[in-house]
């Protein structure tokens, strides 16, 4: 329960280009977080659609693409 921290874990759900120190949550009612800290970026994603199989493999590059964008 509670938050996770990426830590060395890959693949992992927050995308492989995420730094060890991100952290975040996701729960089944279609809502995820993660934050970097030492970066200063984050992303919160509200859904009205339950997380299921469909999503999980989607959540990795959707991720990382996000923090791509967020990098300029």
């Known amino acids: 329960l509670g938050f996770e921290i990426k830590g060395d ?21 279609g809502t995820y977080l993660w934050v970097a800290p030492n970066t200063g970026r984050a992303m919160v994603a509200l859904t009205d659609r339950p997380f299921g199989d469909w999503a999980k493999p989607l959540w990795s590059e959707t991720n990382a693409a996000i923090w791509e964008e967020l990098a300029g």
């Open 9 to 29: 874990k890959d693949p992992h759900w927050t995308g492989s280009n995420m730094p060890a120190d991100t952290f975040g949550h996701f729960g089944q009612s």
